[in-house]
């Protein structure tokens, strides 16, 4: 099973994704990046989703876990 993970940025800040694959009791991370700085959510949500159709990423044809952290999103841009 593969999860992948965003981080959502502030407004001046990077948004940070990881992958990881979950095996038997363990998680091995096979990536981790990050977006450009100032990236708009827009841009970030169509990354994730071309992620989420990856058939690298899919196990069994199950689409991975897709987890977001949105503790300390800030406001959306409204010219983005």
């Known amino acids: 099973m593969f999860i992948i993970s965003c981080d959502l940025a502030k407004t001046c ?3 940070a994704i990881s992958v990881l694959e979950k095996m ?3 998680y091995h991370l096979r ?13 970030t949500a ?12 899919q196990c069994d044809n199950h689409l991975p876990v897709v987890v977001i952290d949105g503790t300390g ?3 959306a841009d409204p010219h983005g």
Do not use: I, W
């Open 13 to 15: 800040d990077y948004s």
């Open 73 to 75: 999103v800030g406001a």
């Open 31 to 43: 990536a981790l990046q990050r977006m450009p700085k100032m990236t708009p959510y827009t841009v």
């Open 46 to 57: 169509e990354h994730l989703r071309g992620m989420v159709a990856e058939p690298s990423l």
């Open 24 to 26: 038997d009791s363990l």
